[in-house]
């Protein structure tokens, strides 16, 4: 099932800077976007969502931005710091009748934020 | 803050042995998920249940599967009999409302011998 797609396994920034995680997806009726941080033995924890009506949303240092013609989403975290250091899972999800919690997830990028 | 709870965090259980995995969700939430996660593999929806029923589930959730919430404030997964490939992360999740957010729990990791 490759219907939502994260494409870096990992990546690598420096405390400060800016981190963008890109996040792909296929299916047309995906209407609701969703970033997922999550920690080692614990379980995923929402950070931020958009809806496809936008094309931005922001809270905090967390931006997500989401091109529907491209679809393509991404999220930007600005400045890093290194307890951002987790795996960040992109999901999306259909809307309308049962299926508002049914998530699809992408696999996942690993981000790591060097002091 | 509420949390969704999970035991236990780690079973380990020979194939073809009944295995029962217990979720407390957050006590004013309604809709109620099981997910699970394949080591290495993405995160993958199960079952979704709602009303005392599920209301949705997907081709992995076969008849090995089932879930309940018995008495009003746990939510089980039982899976009848186990196979090697059932090992993974299986996460409870809930939420208050049909839009709301949702809440997962830190998992409980089945491995299967």
């Known amino acids: 099932d490759q219907q939502v797609k994260q494409n870096s396994p990992s990546l690598s920034v420096q405390e400060g800077r800016i981190s963008i995680l890109n996040c792909d997806y296929t299916?047309?009726?995906?209407?609701?976007f969703l970033w997922y941080k999550k920690y080692p033995a614990e379980g995923p924890t929402f950070l931020i969502s958009?809806?496809?009506?936008?094309d931005k949303n922001e809270d905090g240092r967390f931006t997500v931005f989401l091109n529907k013609s491209a679809k393509h989403l991404s999220l930007h975290i600005v400045p890093s710091q290194p307890g951002d250091s987790a795996v960040y899972f992109c999901?999306?999800?259909?809307?309308?009748?049962?299926?508002?919690?049914?998530?699809?997830f992408g696999q996942g990028t690993i981000l790591t934020v060097h002091p | 803050e509420p949390e969704v709870t999970q035991t236990p965090s780690h079973q380990v259980t020979q194939m073809g042995q009944e295995v029962i995995l217990r979720c407390v969700p957050i006590?004013?939430?309604?809709?109620f998920y099981w997910y699970r996660q394949i080591l290495g593999q993405k995160v993958e929806f199960l079952v979704s249940?709602?009303?005392?029923?599920?209301?949705?589930k997907s081709e992995i959730f076969d008849d090995q599967f089932s879930v309940e919430r018995p008495d009003g404030s746990n939510f089980t997964l039982k899976i009848r009999s186990t196979k090697l490939e059932d090992s993974a992360m299986y996460f409870c999740?809930?939420?208050?409302?049909?839009?709301?957010?949702?809440?997962f729990g830190e998992g409980s990791r089945l491995t299967v011998l």
């Open positions: 999740a809930s939420r208050t409302s049909k839009t709301g957010e949702l809440f």
């Open positions: 299916n047309s009726m995906f209407d609701y």
């Open positions: 958009i809806s496809s009506i936008k």
């Open positions: 999901a999306a999800r259909k809307a309308g009748g049962t299926s508002y919690g049914k998530l699809t």
């Open positions: 006590s004013n939430h309604l809709y």
């Open positions: 249940f709602y009303n005392n029923e599920i209301s949705e």
